[in-house]
């Protein structure tokens, strides 16, 4: 989209991107505040419901994509999509009862390039039928719902939950993942 350098993707007061350093271009456009009118999260003319799909589409497509590149993970990459203390929990239950925490952004990274590289999982989200929702409560806090299916290599393994919590950064002024919690079953 115009107006953006490549691997920017902000949340932000003034723009709806979340950076995302070297990362592929994936965005709103800019210029666009956030206002909370009741029930109703506009940024500008841009709905929550425009934040949402570009979010899942930078998470679900990019984001992997990104990582599938890496050597190996790295606490820079993406760090300013993640805040510092991000909290992270994983319940599976494709292969048994699994279940893993983490807190901070050098194992959330860990986590994720074990997710989409290590183990090669990819997740297809329901963009519709209620498979995607969001609110932005009055703290400015801003949960992304998501369901659909996850898959490895041509096989579909099961179904997902994923709910995320988007924090607006004081010092930045663009918002990052504060939580994510998957939850996987066949």
């Not at 709103?28 to 940024?43: D, F, H, L, M």
């Not at 203390?85 to 239950?93: G, P």
């Not at 292969?95 to 590289?117: E, Q």
């Amino acid at each position: 989209m115009e107006g953006y350098a490549e691997g920017e993707f902000h949340l932000d007061t003034s723009k709806v991107k979340i950076e995302m350093g070297a990362c592929e271009t994936r965005l709103c456009p800019a210029g666009r505040e956030v206002v909370s009118y009741g029930n109703n999260n506009v940024i500008g003319n841009i709905s929550a419901d425009n934040i949402k799909k570009e979010f899942c589409y930078w998470f679900y497509v990019i984001l992997p994509r990104q990582i599938q590149e890496l050597p190996q993970p790295s606490s820079t990459f993406a760090s300013n999509c993640f805040s510092d203390n991000v909290d992270l929990e994983c319940t599976y239950t494709i292969d048994g009862l699994n279940r893993l925490k983490s807190t901070g952004l050098k194992m959330t990274i860990w986590v994720l390039y074990g997710i989409f590289k290590e183990e090669n999982l990819s997740f297809s989200p329901n963009l519709d039928y209620g498979g995607l929702q969001s609110q932005m409560d009055r703290y400015g806090i801003l949960t992304v719902e998501v369901s659909g299916t996850v898959h490895k290599g041509n096989s579909c393994i099961g179904r997902f939950e994923h709910t995320f919590e988007l924090v607006r950064s004081p010092t930045k002024g663009t918002f990052e993942i504060k939580s994510a919690k998957l939850i996987m079953h066949k």
